[in-house]
């Protein structure tokens, strides 16, 4: 009973991640195929293996960051958001390994998304400071308004 | 009290965890180690640090994948994959070491295990989802096939 | 009510994660700026690359350590050394860019925090099975000596 509680506040970012965890094999696969191919050009294998790196450097932040803005505030806007920046990371692979190495894209991806997930942390404690010290709690109101907030991330 | 039940359902994680950070640290001065000897040879700090960061790499997924499975299904299988996946990693790192440059071991390791977390959380949720709508809960049988299952990863 | 139990108990932990990832996307804004800019040294991009992939490697060891302390002993003192962690953090960053390539600093930073955090998990599990097994419960002086212990952490 107590444990099916647990999975009901937290299902949707488990499936986020697990989607992340599968792009992430992926990814290494893709690293792994260039590494085998004795016939490849070395700039080829620089190119994924750096698209990889990049990749894997943002993973933690992001993790973390979703995950404390699924538990401080809403699970459903996180984990949306979390599936927005797994197309813009998987965006910025393909882009990576197309691109001639004069041009590649940059270090950073997906700020949008980071700044929003950060923000959803800062409201929660807010909010949370705010109905312990005050006994006001606009938790609802947030949510809503988080939710509808998150469909912004959609813009290009 | 309810901290010491949160402590309940998750202790054996966190021991896999620190277990799991003991052996970053230890890695970690194999890497310093060569780093600071003067006299090495520079394929050697070549070959431990990219072993280093093939295991550094992997690290978050494996957290997650872990921790995910241990919320969502039952911490004592997702804890004892979690032994055999530091093992693995163990053999992968020292193996990584004493090869000759030319056949280094592949990036990834530990895909089995991996795949048998990522199949532990899906079965969690899809478990979770089922007692939620149709109100049946099967947790107790599943909880005991994989506990069964996980004795299929000390297969070499 | 649930929920608010539940960020009652983590909201220190979570604004230490987020000042981690603000200083994560600080440092990764550095290595974005020294890869754009044309007219720069090799050694200088190299350097503030290096200074941000050895943070990023043991950047999911910390979390995972932190997390792990504050969830199974209490959230002030591992939040407090986490802070600590985060200030020797930006001085490493700083003084790896500062130095000439022959005299980097080591690999490893903030031995002491990790170390103190581990320890931090050791006890909190071992008082829990204490306290399961045997009935005594020593929560709280364990509490009140681990804030005192972590004041420790401050000399240099």
Redesign the interface.
């Known amino acids: 009973m107590?444990?099916?509680?647990?999975?009901?506040?937290?299902?949707l970012l488990?499936?986020v991640?697990?989607i992340?965890?599968?792009q992430?094999?992926f990814f290494?696969?893709k690293?792994?195929r260039e590494?085998?191919c004795k016939n490849t050009h070395a700039s080829a294998f620089e190119r994924v293996s750096c698209a990889?790196?990049n990749c894997?450097?943002?993973?933690?932040?992001f993790?973390?960051?979703m995950w404390?803005a699924g538990?401080?505030l809403s699970q459903a806007p996180a984990a949306f958001a979390g599936i927005i920046y797994l197309l813009v990371r998987q965006k910025y692979f393909i882009g990576y390994l197309g691109q001639t190495s004069q041009s590649t894209p940059?270090?950073?991806f997906g700020?949008r998304i980071?700044s929003f997930l950060?923000l959803m942390?800062?409201v929660?404690?807010f909010n949370?400071?705010l109905?312990?010290f005050f006994g006001s709690d606009y938790?609802e109101y947030v949510e809503t308004i988080t939710s509808a907030a998150s469909a912004l991330l959609l813009l290009p």
Chains 1, 2, 3 share one sequence.
């Open positions: 107590e444990s099916c509680k647990v999975v009901e506040n937290i299902y488990v499936v991640t697990l992340s965890v599968l992430n094999v290494a696969q690293v792994e590494c085998n990889n790196r894997m450097d943002a993973y933690p932040t993790l973390a960051v404390c538990l401080c940059g270090y950073l700020k980071i950060s942390c800062f929660g404690i949370y400071l109905g312990r938790k």
